[in-house]
């Protein structure tokens, strides 16, 4: 769950890695393979099909768990 009071910050999808917390916006649930909007990378190919799905930017919550 995030922490409603976290910094949250706009970031390329160039500059993600694995481990960090992620919220996708402007795409509705059912637009991309992902359960939810908000979730935590655990692979190299989550961060590949972001980016084959044309998002350009997410937002990080570097102090979510």
């Known amino acids: 769950m995030t922490n409603p009071n976290a910094p949250e910050y706009v970031v390329s999808v160039d500059q993600l890695r694995v481990g960090v917390f992620i919220r996708i916006e402007g795409f509705s649930w059912f637009t991309h393979p992902f359960v939810f909007r908000s979730f935590k990378l655990k692979s190299q190919e989550q961060i590949q099909t972001i ?15």
Request: include cysteine.
């Open 51 to 65: 980016k084959d799905l044309g998002i350009s930017q997410v937002i990080c919550i570097p102090d979510s768990t």
